[in-house]
Antibody
Framework: EVQLVESGGGLVQPGRSLKLSCAAS????????MAWVRQAPKKGLEWVAT????????YYPDSVKGRFTISRDNAKSSLYLQMNSLKSEDTATYYC???????????WGQGVMVTVSS | DTVLTQSPALAVSPGERVSISCRAS??????MHWYQQKPGQQPKLLIY???NLASGVPARFSGSGSGTDFTLTIDPVEADDTATYFC?????????FGAGTKLELK
């Protein structure tokens, strides 16, 4: 059974940093692209980052480019999201998701809440 | 960015057929995917690449379309289908999602 379990969320002040983690199990982690998708309270979904199987390629929308860094450790079947210079608009539930090439996000974690507030 | 437009809400009776639309501001080929999200839960992939049923998804769900106009159909609708449905494109950078269609059962 595919499982994705996020951790590391919490309350953080504007301008500070936070690092999210996602522990994967039930599949060969190194064979899949992985991604982070977020959802602001009562809002829609926003893609945040994608990383290739080896970690050599990363992709971001302009809203987080230069502030967020996605990374992975295939030996530990783990995905990470380093978030710097956080803003109030980054407040959201962050989901770790498995990405099947260009076929959508086929498995999602339960999500972890990040609140950016002073 | 590619804007995906969905109708905000629909209400149908159990046993009926419902079609949920998603219109893209520019062509996305067939790279449109559909997700179901129930309150307090993570999204679940229903349809990938416009018309392919994801693993474990009931055949009551189907998808169609290409280019800019896409449709998710549920036939027949069941009470458990109460949820918000999102479309998402992966043809243009950045990936984008629609705002979601909230499906309510009468």
């Amino acid at each position: 059974e595919v499982q994705l379990v996020e951790s590391g969320g919490g309350l953080v002040q504007p301008g500070r940093s936070l690092k999210l983690s996602c522990a994967a199990s039930g599949f060969t982690f190194s064979n899949y692209y992985m991604a982070w998708v977020r959802q602001a309270p009562k809002k829609g979904l926003e893609w945040v980052a994608t990383i290739s199987t080896s970690g050599s390629r990363t992709y971001y929308p302009d809203s987080v480019k230069g502030r967020f860094t996605i990374s992975r450790d295939n030996a530990k079947s783990s995905l990470y999201l380093q978030m710097n210079s956080l803003k109030s608009e980054d407040t959201a539930t962050y989901y770790c998701a498995r990405q099947r090439s260009s076929e959508g996000f086929d498995y999602w974690g339960q999500g972890v809440m990040v609140t950016v507030s002073s | 960015d590619t804007v995906l437009t969905q109708s905000p809400a629909l209400a149908v009776s159990p046993g009926e057929r419902v079609s949920i639309s998603c219109r893209a501001s520019e062509g996305v080929n067939s790279y449109m995917h559909w997700y179901q999200q129930k309150p307090g839960q993570q999204p679940k992939l229903l349809i990938y690449k416009a018309s392919n049923l994801a693993s474990g998804v009931p055949a009551r769900f189907s998808g169609s379309g290409s280019g800019t106009d896409f449709t998710l159909t549920i036939d027949p609708v069941e009470a458990d289908d109460t949820a918000t449905y999102f479309c998402q494109q992966s043809w243009n950078d950045p990936y984008t999602f629609g705002a979601g269609t909230k499906l309510e059962l009468k």
